[in-house]
């Protein structure tokens, strides 16, 4: 990744920017997800705040998890 003035400076189509993210730990299982969504939904809060945005301006929202079968991308 680069800085938005570094990649506008050397004339490079800006084509996303990254605008903040969280990562957190609920201590349930090490490769299990709850199947509530709690400790995804609240890293999800937590990265929406990190970013200054609400929820309608967010059009991708990659979620990377330890897990083998369950990583997902969340289109919000």
Same mark, same amino acid.
């Given at each position: 990744m680069e800085s938005l003035e570094h990649a $506008?400076? %050397? !004339? #490079?189509?800006?084509? #996303?920017?990254? $605008?903040? !993210? #969280?990562?957190?730990c609920d201590a349930y299982h090490m490769t299990?997800? %709850?199947?509530? !969504?709690?400790?995804v939904s609240s890293c999800i809060e937590s990265s929406l705040e990190d970013a200054g945005v609400s929820p309608e301006e967010v059009l991708l929202f990659p979620l990377m998890q330890s897990s083998y079968h369950d990583e997902t991308c969340l289109i919000l």
């Open positions: $506008m400076k %050397r !004339g #490079a189509p800006i084509i #996303a920017e990254y $605008m903040g !993210g #969280a990562v957190n299990d997800p %709850r199947s509530d !969504g709690l400790g």
